[in-house]
């Protein structure tokens, strides 16, 4: 059984390993840029953990691990473009060092080497793995015109939230977990129950990036923080603001939303300061734990010596302590 830091290692050393011999070599520079930067790789350690489950020989699926986190960062990088983000894990995002035009490019082009990547795997298991990655990559898309849309809607409730994040960033932790476990031979019961796993480690995961984004270091980070706040995001923490708020609270969070010109570091300290008189840091908490515990509950239904499950119940635990 491997590790979570060795299977770490194993997928930086694979992504650094990457051939770029195509050209032009302009379209590519950008993609071995965004992922030479780093990032948590929890996605394709994710599918490894999984995998390793019941396999011993996780390298053995590295490129599919591969081209779920070539894609995940090819979604970051548009996301950033549409969002005119400045900053990605301490580094200048692509459309700022290159240009927009450029970020569109080189994204699609990562998008066609995730779709490669994850094919290339054994030809009894490629029509299962090929349809949970196609169907995962329709739901990603969904959730970000969501996401998009509740920008400017005022009527967003806190399960509209819920099933925007499931689609834009859960789904995509579950399709590494179910992958690992079909690419394993694993029954379909136990892929159901994994990928029930992964899509609620993942809600949890999404919940605590919102908070991060209000609480956490930004030189830990690696982005400034506040980002939801000024951009009015309707997160989990701002539709409970604005349901608990007593009339005064809500009627200033108002404000602050419907604000043109602004300070930045002003709203996003006023805010800060309401969410924390009407106690949301505490309710996001709470909510993130109650999707931890419905996770290790799918778990534990997956038919694997508890012994085998030691790393992915570690790894998971971790993910729910992180600073970044």
């Not at 999404?206 to 030189?219: E, R, T």
Request: hydrophobic share 35%; glycine share 6%.
């Amino acid at each position: 059984m491997y590790q979570s830091e060795e299977l770490l290692q194993k997928v930086n050393e694979a992504l650094d390993g990457l051939a770029y011999d195509r050209n032009p070599f302009s379209l590519y520079e950008p993609i071995k840029y965004v992922l030479a930067i780093g990032g948590k790789r929890v996605r394709p350690v994710l599918m490894l953990l999984t995998y390793n489950l019941y396999k011993d020989d996780p390298e053995r699926i590295m490129m599919q691990a591969i081209g779920l986190e070539t894609y995940h960062n090819f979604t970051l990088l548009h996301d950033d473009l549409m969002d005119q983000a400045d900053m990605r894990r301490g580094h200048r995002t692509v459309h700022k060092r290159w240009n927009p035009n450029q970020a569109i490019l080189s994204g699609d082009t990562m998008l066609l080497q995730a779709f490669d990547r994850i094919a290339d795997c054994e030809v009894d298991k490629l029509k299962d793995v090929f349809n949970t990655f196609l169907i995962t990559t329709y739901e990603v898309g969904e959730g970000q015109q969501l996401d998009v849309e509740y920008e400017t809607r005022d009527d967003v409730k806190e399960e509209d939230y819920i099933e925007m994040i499931r689609l834009k960033t859960s789904v995509l932790i579950a399709c590494a977990t179910k992958i690992g476990a079909i690419l394993a031979g694993a029954s379909k019961e136990d892929q159901d129950n994994l990928y029930k796993f992964g899509e609620q480690i993942g809600l949890a995961f999404q919940l605590q990036d919102d908070l991060l984004d209000v609480y956490g270091d930004p030189k830990v980070f690696g982005k400034n923080i506040g980002g939801d706040i000024t951009s009015n995001k309707k997160t989990y923490m701002l539709i409970n603001a604005l349901n608990l708020a007593n009339e005064k609270q809500r009627q200033e969070l108002k404000k602050w939303i419907a604000a043109k010109d602004f300070d930045r570091n002003e709203k996003v300290k006023a805010v800060t300061k309401l969410y924390d008189e009407i106690g949301i840091r505490q309710l996001c908490e709470r909510k993130m734990d109650e999707y931890y515990d419905r996770a290790l509950e799918y778990l534990a239904k997956v038919n694997v010596a508890e012994e085998r499950k030691k790393e992915l119940k570690a790894y998971a635990a971790e993910m729910m302590t992180r600073q970044s």
